[in-house]
């Protein structure tokens, strides 16, 4: 960030809700059916379709709303909101207007050391838009040769977190949405695949000077960024945006409010149109819905019911010893289910964060799965941890099995019992193997008794490649340092 100016963000996050049925009709929300084969009447808006509001999706938003520290309104109503897209079959989007479901919370984040507090605006329900593919012109439509149009999505239930401009940083905006990806994510309402649309960003972002002694300007005008699909993306498009803005500033120029396109490829953001105001949507009641009730005693039994949400999980684990960065990792992948199982089970909790954070991350992102499209239980990963910490296996061999239980879905005692790969730790067992090889390397013997100690590496290596990687690798070090040193 140029030296005199403030950056100031403010974050618009659409999250898709994994609920069965669309959010005013059945049609269900499958991802990847066929094109136009999940509408109906209702979700295109034809002449005498009367919605229904999802009363599931309805306290999916309430719960996101509780995580965030939001109130939730004892009665709100559904607006439409009136403009026309290609891909809004009805001519408007019901959304929610003066009112949200959800208003006034916080969501704390932790970037890089330095705590913060974003303010949370509102949470409010709406419906999802179709989509539309755009063929030639390189995918946009500008220049493109068809422009097809699938309204499948058209209707699923929808949740718009509005942050209040309190983020001062393109990392601490990415910060945000990772954080509240994690809770969505951990509440169970969606998926959160920023890779699949299921958690969309826009962006807003201005600039201000800030004088030598601290003290700000008034905010500056704005301009978004529309439907940023990873953190990478938004990181990169408000850095971008910010320093455009100064540029044009310190040129003498006027920032104009207007919506923007980021573009990956070229790094930089393009203008989409000039930003439409509010009253431009000439937002009205929905005559056809009735209000939303909430009432105190479904509230607190929501709120009662919340689980365990990333920061205190994050907590909880370095209370326990595991390192800050690794509970982190535990966390986001999902993986905290597995390390609650294995630590029950008794096993270590460094060790099981360990092999959480290294090889069973590994594993995941070799696969490209997630924790649960697996059949490995954090059962499975106890029993492995005490295996190696038991010396039954080696990390290498330990390794192995862990690649055989993603595999199968067996338990790792019933894999090392079938492929006979247990650990050879008796020493009675090696000693003959490790004088033979002293004996077919006397060279390498005589380099480790003048001072070359280094040596002795190749001598172990010998003997793992002999054992197919059975021996244990400390006990054969042992083994021949005492037989050639006399140690």
């Known amino acids: 960030m140029t030296d005199g100016w403030e950056l100031v963000v403010g974050l618009e996050v659409h999250v898709e809700l994994s609920t069965a049925s669309k959010m005013f009709c059945g049609c269900a929300t499958d991802f990847g059916a066929p094109p136009n084969t999940r509408v109906c009447p209702v979700c295109t808006g034809q002449p005498g379709a009367l919605p229904v509001a999802n ?24 607006h439409r909101k009136n403009y026309f897209y290609p891909d809004l079959a009805k001519n408007y989007q019901i959304s929610q207007y003066d009112i949200p479901l959800c208003s006034d919370g916080w969501l704390d984040l932790d970037t890089d050391g330095d705590p913060s507090r974003i303010g949370i605006e509102r949470v409010h329900m709406e419906e999802d838009t179709g989509k539309m593919e755009h063929r030639g012109g390189g995918g946009r439509l500008h220049g493109a040769e068809q422009s097809l149009i699938d309204y499948n999505r058209c209707g699923i239930p929808l949740l718009e977190c509005v942050s209040r401009p309190d983020i001062r940083s393109p990392e601490q905006a ?22 699949e649309g299921s958690l969309r960003c826009d962006v807003n972002v201005s600039v201000r000077r800030v004088a030598a002694d601290g003290t700000s300007e008034p905010y500056g005008t704005r301009c978004e960024i529309k439907n940023l699909n990873s953190t990478r993306s938004l990181v990169r498009a408000v850095a971008y945006e910010a320093e455009r803005q100064i540029h044009v500033l310190e040129s003498a120029g006027q920032i104009v409010q207007e919506t923007r396109h980021w573009d990956e490829e070229r790094g930089l953001t393009e203008l989409l149109r000039r930003k439409e105001a509010v009253t431009d949507y000439r937002y009205f009641p929905d005559p056809d819905l009735v209000e939303v009730v909430s009432s105190a005693a479904w509230v607190e039994q929501l709120h009662a019911s919340l689980p365990e949400l990333p920061a205190t999980a994050r907590g909880r684990l370095v209370e326990a010893g595991v390192d800050g960065a690794q509970a982190a990792t535990i966390v986001s992948y999902g993986l905290l289910a597995w390390y609650d199982e294995a630590v029950a089970g008794d096993a270590d909790p460094r060790t099981t964060a360990n092999w959480l954070t290294g090889e069973v991350v590994a594993q995941l992102n070799e696969r490209g799965a997630e924790p649960a499209d697996t059949a490995v239980t954090g059962h499975h990963i106890g029993e492995l941890v005490r295996l190696v910490d038991d010396e039954t296996l080696s990390h290498k061999l330990g390794r192995e099995v862990l690649d055989a239980v993603f595999e199968t879905g067996a338990a790792p005692t019933r894999i090392v019992e079938e492929r006979g790969i247990q650990q050879i730790s008796d020493e009675a067992a090696l000693d003959a193997l490790v004088e033979r090889i002293i004996a077919d390397n006397p060279d390498t013997a005589a380099t480790i008794r003048e001072g070359n100690t280094k040596a002795i590496g190749a001598l172990v290596g010998q003997v793992m490649r002999e054992t197919r990687g059975r021996a244990n690798p400390q006990l054969v070090n042992q083994l021949l340092a005492d037989r050639i040193l006399g140690g």
């Not at 599931?56 to 009665?75: D, K, M, Q």
């Not at 990415?174 to 890779?195: N, P, W, Y």
């Open 55 to 78: 009363a599931a999706a309805v306290e999916s938003a309430a719960r996101l709303g509780l995580a965030l520290n939001c109130a939730i309104a004892p009665t709100c109503w559904f």
């Open 174 to 195: 990415g910060a945000f949405v990772r954080e509240l990806q994690g809770i969505v994510r951990t509440l169970g309402i969606s998926d959160a695949k920023m890779e």
